[in-house]
């Protein structure tokens, strides 16, 4: 298992990480920033969900299209 964490309150709703990782990651028509599929809110205040090792190439790659970098995959 791999956690991705999301910055939500810091997003600009480039679209980047919908693309490229549709399954996981889409754009909330209300406020139009993404989100990240069952992801939850940590202590931390970022959203957070564990995914499994073959979902990490995908989140990896919205990580790195990320313009604001707000996406961490870690492993
Ligand atoms: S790539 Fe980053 S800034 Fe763009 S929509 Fe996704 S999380 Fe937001």
């Avoid at 980047?16 to 889409?26: E, L, M, Q, V």
């Amino acid at each position: 298992m791999a956690k991705v964490t999301h910055k939500r309150e810091e997003c600009i709703g480039c679209g980047a990480c919908a693309s490229i990782a549709p399954d996981y990651w889409s754009i909330n028509e209300s406020d139009g920033k993404a989100d990240l599929k069952d992801a939850v809110k940590n202590e931390e205040g970022l959203m957070e969900v564990q995914i499994d090792e073959s979902a990490v190439s995908e989140n990896m790659q919205a990580q790195d299209s990320c313009p604001v970098s707000i996406i961490k995959v870690e492993e």
